[in-house]
Nanobody, 115 residues
Framework: VQLVESGGGLVEPGGSLRLSCAAS????????MSWHRQAPGKERESVAS????????NYADSVKGRFTISRDNAKNTAYLQMNSLKPEDTAVYYC?????????WGQGTQVTVSS
């Protein structure tokens, strides 16, 4: 099982980034996919999640209207489109695959929002 995030980087406030999470080794469409983030000195927090078939999604209040989670089950990939980025969005972003008591995590990708 492998989850590999990509797309992080340095962006100015107000900018955009799209994170990708490429999955392998499990039946991707059977798992809820979610994005989480952890800023220095803070606990990891949930950002967004999407159901296996992509029919429903949920967002943290702090990112509603700015971030969009999506998935392409044909490509075994989940995405997080991040718009109107703020300095407080700076964190390591992780993707997670969940099904019941089973979960897998990626290694994380750094997102830094700074001028």
């Amino acid at each position: 099982v492998q989850l590999v995030e990509s797309g992080g980087g340095l962006v100015e406030p107000g900018g955009s980034l799209r994170l990708s999470c490429a999955a392998s080794g499990f039946t991707f469409s059977s798992y809820v996919m979610s994005w989480h983030r952890q800023a220095p000195g803070k606990e990891r927090e949930s950002v967004a999640s999407i159901s296996g078939l992509g029919s429903s999604s949920n967002y943290a209040d702090s990112v509603k209207g700015r971030f969009t989670i999506s998935r392409d089950n044909a490509k075994n990939t989940a995405y997080l489109q991040m718009n109107s980025l703020k300095p407080e969005d700076t964190a390591v972003y992780y993707c997670k695959a969940s099904r019941g008591s089973i979960s897998y995590w990626g290694q994380g990708t750094q997102v830094t929002v700074s001028s």
